[in-house]
């Protein structure tokens, strides 16, 4: 089990872009398929984009493709998410999340792929 600190939220007009980091300890990283979810008010938790262990694979919720480019740092224990050309749609809590796991270039999209959370950080796009 990792704990999660998410940082980097906060209040960008529509076009602008925001770069969340996510920082574990308690475990090295490179055993964690990472992942980062969002729940907007009234909406269930849902996927935004997952990175694999090796960092090779990569996977986005389709409105977030081309906007959206999730990194990690296995040396800084840390995973980013880089958000351009923002949209009012994009607010919502952003929530890290981990789970350890075997294959080193696997993906996971699901919430309950998902054993660790941060706390989340909110990120707010006016038009």
């Known amino acids: 089990q990792v704990q999660l600190v998410e940082s980097g939220g906060g209040v960008v007009q529509a076009g602008g872009s925001l770069r969340l980091s996510c920082v574990a300890s308690?475990?090295?990283?490179?055993?964690?398929?990472m992942g980062w979810f969002r729940q907007a008010p009234g909406k269930e938790r849902e996927f935004v984009a997952t990175?694999?262990?090796?960092?090779?694979?990569?996977e986005y919720e389709d409105s977030v493709k081309g906007r959206f480019t999730v990194t990690r740092d296995n040396g800084k224990n840390t995973v980013y998410l880089l958000m351009n050309d923002l949209k009012p749609e994009d607010t919502a809590i952003y929530y890290c999340?981990?789970?350890?796991?075997?294959?080193?270039?696997?993906?996971?999209?699901?919430?309950?792929?998902?054993?660790?959370w941060g706390q989340g950080t909110q990120v707010t796009v006016s038009s």
């Open positions: 999340s981990a789970k350890e796991f075997m294959l080193v270039h696997a993906t996971l999209r699901q919430v309950d792929h998902y054993d660790d």
């Open positions: 308690g475990g090295a990283l490179n055993s964690y398929v």
């Open positions: 990175i694999s262990r090796s960092a090779q694979f990569q």
